[in-house]
């Protein structure tokens, strides 16, 4: 035998008879090529190890992502995004207007409601000051909201209240909404005889939905010592917009 043919005949090198071999059929190779085009089981493309049944599979449904998440916001438009925050921020701002069904209100907390009624009452304030007290006056009244805020929180956590930390500001925050209604109010009537007893209602209002939102602290014989900061925070808040 040549030495060309003595090359064919020999094995390939794989442990598969070479398909050259004269008398018998091609041999059929695996496919190593891996699928590429692999679904999951909302329709969305597999990764190509996944695809190829490297290692264990992971499967999400739409309603079942990790984390206990149920929607994929990575690849939304930024305007639907924005939209939804919106409209978490508009039904929380009711929840504190109309507490109806408080138990599971402000569960899922952020800091974008409180940030806009800060910013709120704190330009309503300006407005509401004298051309060279406005500066001033804004400062002092953001500073006021963030620091109270924070501070009656450790308050609250000192006590052994069972509450997050961004939880009780976020429902702080919120409860403010009450109070820029009624500096709004005070902006457009700029009347005591007005302001008053708006301010009072939206004080009382304020006081009763944070005292209501924060009772799943678990405060039992405590619970005086974490009301009378809250009480405090918002009548300082009050007195501000009444005096201005």
Request: neutral net charge; glycine residues 10%.
């Amino acid at each position: 035998m040549s030495r060309p043919e003595q090359l064919i005949d020999e094995d390939d090198g794989f442990g598969l008879d070479s398909p050259f071999k004269s008398g018998s059929a091609p041999a059929k190779r695996p496919d190593l090529s891996g699928s590429l085009g692999g679904r999951l089981d909302d329709g969305r493309s597999a990764p190509p190890a996944a695809a190829a049944g490297a290692g264990p599979q992971r499967t999400y449904t739409s309603g079942a992502l990790p984390g206990g998440h149920h929607s994929n916001t990575l690849d939304e438009p930024i305007l639907t995004t924005i939209g939804r925050d919106f409209g978490k921020v508009g039904r929380k701002t009711i929840q504190v207007l109309y507490p109806k069904g408080r138990d599971n209100a402000l569960q899922e907390w952020d800091l974008w409601g409180p940030l806009f009624f800060c910013l709120s009452l704190a330009v309503i304030m300006s407005f509401m000051a004298p051309d060279q007290q406005a500066s001033a006056v804004f400062t002092g009244v953001f500073a006021l909201v963030c620091i109270g805020s924070c501070v009656v929180t450790l308050n609250c956590k000192l006590l052994g209240g069972h509450v997050s930390f961004f939880q009780s500001v976020c429902t702080l925050g919120y409860c403010i909404s009450p109070m820029a209604i009624a500096s709004l109010v005070s902006l457009l009537a700029h009347r005591i005889v007005v302001t008053l007893p708006v301010v009072t209602v939206a004080v009382g209002w304020s006081i009763s939905a944070a005292v209501g939102f924060l009772a799943g602290a678990q405060l039992a014989n405590r619970r005086l010592l974490a009301v009378y900061p809250i009480c405090l925070f918002y009548i300082c808040i009050g007195w501000i917009i009444i005096i201005s």
